[in-house]
């Protein structure tokens, strides 16, 4: 078991990591790409300390040099649920789960909002996860809605188990081959059913399935942690960065505004001795 386990790959999860090697504690830091969009795609950013006019390419460059240079690595993985579970936490990641004593969130924020009905139906039909579901769906028919290139692994997965696979791509450059795949382009608007999912909803339109898998990179807070208090589309956390949900820490973008990436690395570096703090005070 970990002392931390810190979410996310944005500034607020490397400085997370860094500290939190400095501070000598157990630690996996998991993250599904090695730096945030947000920032490689920065054209100048003016208001970093130390690095005057620095392009986010340069500034996620220094991000990942200095993790690497301490040997820090990253897990790739995208968490779908954290748990908490007899005095611990246990984190969901594909096939695999991980337990921690504290779990920092450093999930940024979300470009989209879930769709109607995506969390109604959240595991009654819908879900997040091929690898840990994909198996209930043999045979059956199955729409997939995936909003990065990177995940087609997993579509092609999905197409392997299912009888027919409706397959969204809700980005350019789409390569599924499988057969019995059917790529549809056209968003969906929202989801139907009683106790399970049953339809996918088009502007024109509605597809019968069996059950949904949403494949994204990034999972809205309240559907990743039961119970955890969101405050306009925010994670409601105090000065030391410490959420509703004791043992549970947030930082970056996802406390809200300024979304700026030297708040969102001061707060990585808050939450990790709030964190050990909170360690400590167990013992």
Known sequence: MYDIAII????????AAINAKILNQSYIWLASRPTSKKVERAE??????????VTGEQLAWAFLHHAESMGIEMTNAVVTGVYET????????????????????????EASKPLEGEEE?????????????????????????????RFEHEIEYLCSIAGT???????????????????????????????????????????????????????SPATLVHGLRVEE???AADRKCATNIPGIFAAGDCTGRPYQYVKAAGEGNVAVHSAVEYIANLK
């Open 121 to 149: 139906f959240l595991g009654r039909g819908i879900s997040y996860c091929a690898t840990c579901d994909g198996m209930l769906y043999r045979g059956k028919n199955i729409a997939v809605v995936c909003t990065d290139k």
């Open 165 to 219: 696979c409706c397959v969204f791509p809700l980005y350019r450059g789409c390569e599924i081959k499988p057969q019995n795949a059917k790529i549809i382009l056209k968003a969906p608007v929202k989801f139907e059913g009683d106790t399970r999912v049953k339809r996918v909803v088009l502007k024109d339109g509605a597809l019968d399935v069996d059950g949904v898998f949403i494949l994204k990179p990034a999972i």
């Open 233 to 235: 589309g925010h994670i």
């Open 44 to 53: 100048l950013i003016k208001n970093y300390p130390g690095l005057p006019n």
């Open 86 to 109: 007899g005095g611990k936490f246990t984190l969901l990641a594909g096939d695999r789960d991980f337990d921690a004593k504290t779990v920092i969130l450093c999930l940024g924020v």
């Open 8 to 15: 996310g790959g944005g500034p607020a999860g490397v400085s």
